[in-house]
């Protein structure tokens, strides 16, 4: 299922069906993966809008028994978003001074064997200095900047003629944190069924 969704969220979904699956007569992994066999039937809508609900209250049971997990993510989170907003001012500032253009693509082709990639969990004046530096080579700069809740962990790609360069702003792994990005995963997935359905 690596090609549909990642295998954390494939471990989700075993998971959610071993649990829930029963009670709708069907798999979420067989109806996720199959939607035409389903897209049919009555009420299947309504099908999805309820296991989508149900998966969530048990996202949640699961993560109120992760509460010292939660509270280090919420820490993860909070620290990453204020280094995120400072960068992220920073990098607008160089590009808007050196005439290069920021965008935020949906997707974009990389080739990961000719990509420097940079972890950070703090801002100082050398990193600060290394961004500029980073900006005036590029020829644009991509923002991969994601949301979640009221955080914002920041991940931007330089383009240059010879290599490109990525700062990720770092999160450490926590086990919370990848239950909340496999709940979003599968909500999307809920939502893009729920489209499919509706035609």
Known sequence: MADLWSDYTDALIKDIDQRIGNKYKLSVRDLLSNLDRYSSQPNISATISNLKE?????????LDGMKPQAKEMDDSMAK?????????QNISMQAKQNNKPVIKP???????????????????DQLLKL?????????????????????????????????????????????????????????????????????
């Open 54 to 62: 149900e998966s969530n209250k048990y996202i949640d049971g699961l």
């Open 131 to 199: 961004a500029e530096r980073l900006v005036e080579q590029s020829n644009f700069v991509a923002d991969f900047t994601f949301a979640y809740k009221n955080y914002n962990v920041g991940s931007w790609l330089f383009s240059t003629n010879s290599k490109d360069y990525t700062i990720n702003v770092f999160l450490p792994s926590n086990s919370a944190l990848d239950l909340e990005v496999g709940r979003q995963e599968l909500n999307d997935l809920f939502d893009s069924a729920m489209s499919f359905v509706r035609g």
């Open 80 to 88: 990453a978003s204020e280094i995120t907003r400072q960068l992220a």
């Open 106 to 124: 949906v997707e974009l082709t990389r080739n990961r064997d000719m990509e420097e990639i940079i972890q950070v969990d703090n801002v100082n």
